[in-house]
């Protein structure tokens, strides 16, 4: 019998399901190569499977969330989040044991982790990322070394260093903007790190398999990799990701 209530229930919400308000739709935001927009997307839904690593290999924010990620990147939610993964991130900085020998290091990404490009993803030819990426216009961005630091992962490498933990920063970044990237990291306020690897011409492969290998010099060399944060799952993933990864929001690009 209740079977048949179940059955007689769920047959009556199938057929009112149009009637039903703030359904939750299917998650498509776009198709094909052209990135054909589907209607009806949730850009929040479209942000949280970004962010869980659901969605992947995306090439641009869907048109109609531009307003949605630029809203929030801009707001005090955005900040909030990343107070939050810094807060549990010190939380376990605070149970370890850390030697003396100066080889307990954190690796910090640095676009979208300790710095932040959104100067450059506000301006109306970047549109938050919905406009297709542009490798020449991001390069003339980096070349003017004017990026301001991720607050919450400022005050992260400040609290770590105070801990005795020392910073490495392990970034994409191309190495011909070497001293550009330096200029910049001392003016918003770091100042101090045992390496600052950058991307060199015979670096190839994919950013996963890149840092990994980068990692992988570092634990070679007698560092232990007691923490992990970037922006890019490709930051977390691979091999001597560390004892702990944290991941920062960035709803504006993917970098496999």
């Not at 079977?3 to 009112?16: D, E, G, P, T």
């Not at 919905?130 to 991001?138: D, H, R, W």
């Not at 045992?194 to 011409?201: A, M």
């Amino acid at each position: 019998m209740k079977f048949i209530f179940f059955f007689f229930f769920l047959l009556i919400s199938i057929a009112h399901a149009d009637l039903i308000p703030n359904q939750i739709h299917p998650l498509h935001p776009k198709t094909g190569s052209s990135g054909s927009q589907v209607p009806q997307i949730n850009c929040l839904s479209w942000r949280l499977a970004v962010e869980t690593n659901n969605i992947q290999d995306w090439t641009s924010v869907p048109l109609q969330c531009e307003d949605y990620v630029g809203h929030y990147m801009l707001g005090k939610q955005y900040r909030d989040d990343c107070y939050n993964v810094v807060a549990a991130a010190i939380q376990y900085a605070k149970t370890l044991k850390i030697s003396k020998n100066g080889k307990d290091v954190w690796v910090f990404d640095i676009d979208e982790t300790t710095l932040s490009n959104l100067p450059y993803y506000a301006r109306s030819d970047v549109a938050f990322g919905s406009i297709k990426y542009n490798g020449t216009k991001f390069d003339e961005w980096t070349r003017e070394g004017k990026a301001p630091p991720v607050p919450a992962a400022l005050f992260l490498y400040n609290t770590l260093l105070s801990m005795g933990i020392k910073p490495v920063f392990l970034s994409g970044t191309k190495e011909e903007f070497r001293q550009i990237r330096i200029k910049n990291l001392n003016k918003v306020g770091y100042h101090s790190w045992i390496r600052l690897i950058l991307k060199g011409v015979n670096d190839t492969g994919s950013s996963m398999k890149y840092k990994s290998g980068k990692r992988g010099e570092l634990v070679k060399d007698g560092y232990r990799i007691v923490g992990n944060i970037g922006d890019q799952w490709s930051d977390l993933l691979g091999d001597y990701v560390g004892q702990r990864t944290f991941k920062l929001p960035d709803p504006m690009y993917y970098i496999a």
